[in-house]
């Protein structure tokens, strides 16, 4: 761009914004349910030690997923709850993050694909815009 033309200026979290959120919620839901499918498959790989944090990951990545199965009837059915939405978010978003350290830890042992571990990580950090993703038409 040029030097003081700001009309061009374009915030680059803004960009991934738009990008991340033209995936569908679907999408994510599928690349959740595969991920979980691949660590249960890849238990007898992990340190006994390990197991804890792993079923924790696993049931973490359910929730997650839970969670978007919910806010994708609510949404198509035109019932959701913006007030509890918020809640929801604030209390289980900081619970997700603290799980990233499992999620790239087990991933550097068991070899995730790491395009779509990026991609849970950042629906997880931009759970409070998840009114800019997309869904799927019924």
Known sequence: RYIGDWSSD???SDLLLYIMSNLSLEYY???IQDLIDKIKNSISIIDEHEIKNLNKLIKNLYKIKD??????????????????LKIYVSDFQPRMKKQFYNLDYFNSKI???DINVNR???LINN???LHMFKINKI
């Open 10 to 12: 374009v915030c680059s």
């Open 29 to 31: 839901i599928i690349i």
């Open 67 to 84: 969670f978007l199965d919910e806010y994708i009837f609510q949404r198509k059915n035109k019932i959701l709850n913006q007030s509890s």
């Open 111 to 113: 070899g995730f694909n």
């Open 120 to 122: 849970i990580k950042y």
């Open 127 to 129: 759970l409070e815009k």
